[in-house]
């Protein structure tokens, strides 16, 4: 568990600046700074989950298993969703110009911030609950 405890403080202020960033103004520089912040709370709750997955039994390897995975445990809802994220993190990556960096910080602030605040507060609570038992 002390994996996913460390992932999940590192979890925890990856969201804080995440959401921060949300209130951000309107131009290039605080684009680039939203994308790298959707891109690495994105990667981090993938390894809080695949963390927690491996704790209890269920290790997983690649993006499209993890989330599946997780779903099937009970930590996510739709692994379609955040197989659909992996994608958009994945445009936002190789491909740069400003009309994709629009589209993906639309869903970045959109439906993600929402799915990753749910899956943190449910991490947040697993998490407590499995520590009483250690």
Known sequence: MSKSRDVLSSLER???KFEESSHFP?????LDSQIQRFEFTFELCGKLMR????????????????????AAAGYIDNPREWIDYADTRNKAS????????????????GPFIADARKFLTFAQTYLAKNNDQD
């Open 14 to 16: 990856a969201m804080l």
């Open 26 to 30: 309107d131009d290039e520089v605080h």
């Open 51 to 70: 963390a927690m997955l491996a704790d209890g039994g269920n290790p997983t390897f690649g993006v499209n298993l993890t989330f599946r995975t997780a």
């Open 94 to 109: 190789h491909v740069y110009d400003e009309e994709m960096a629009r589209a993906v910080l639309a869903v970045a602030l």
